[in-house]
């Protein structure tokens, strides 16, 4: 796997995998209701933060949607790709009384190729918008490595 002196090189280790982008037309925010939006279960990264994101988002509003992609699993939600912690950032200020965040702006995903693409969608998407700690830095090259070669396997 790819190492710097600073730990794991992510953006190197995917320099191989076909392009991770949205490719297949123009992507669009939706505003989706927060009870409709489901977290990762594949999300191993910690939800810490909560109360600095949301009181900025609650002095400057939310600077970034939410990315998403559809829930096979129950049809009408759809799971974070990236932003579990600006939803539940949103969730505790509308369970104070902020009605107007009850509906979250949202990139909707064009589905990807295999369960091991959507995986590295959503290792890269927090890869790089947050400390990491050591846990989830060996975590997350593990489960790299791993998707990598299921990749790779899978042609």
Do not use: W
């Not at 990264?45 to 400057?60: D, F, K, P, T, V």
């Not at 912690?85 to 902020?98: F, H, M, N, T, Y």
């Not at 091991?116 to 290792?123: D, V």
Request: proline share 5%; aromatic share 4%; glycine share 8%.
């Amino acid at each position: 796997m790819a190492e710097t002196g600073k730990g794991f090189d992510l953006a190197s280790a995917l320099a191989g995998v076909p392009r991770l982008d949205t490719s297949g037309g123009r992507e669009q925010i939706e505003y989706i209701p927060l009870e409709r939006i489901d977290s990762d279960p594949l999300n191993f990264y910690a939800l810490s933060g909560l109360e600095e994101l949301a009181a900025n988002i609650e002095l400057i509003g939310l600077q970034q949607p939410l990315r998403v992609r559809e829930n096979p699993e129950y049809p009408g939600h759809v799971v974070i790709v990236s932003g579990h912690r600006r939803r539940a950032a949103l969730q505790k200020l509308a369970d104070e009384g902020r009605a107007d965040l009850r509906e979250v702006p949202c990139i909707r995903e064009v589905p990807a190729a295999s369960a091991a693409l959507q995986e590295l969608r959503l290792i890269y998407a927090n890869s790089g918008t947050r400390v990491l700690s050591s846990a989830e830095l060996s975590r997350q090259a593990e489960r790299v490595e791993e998707l990598l070669y299921q990749l790779k396997e899978e042609g």
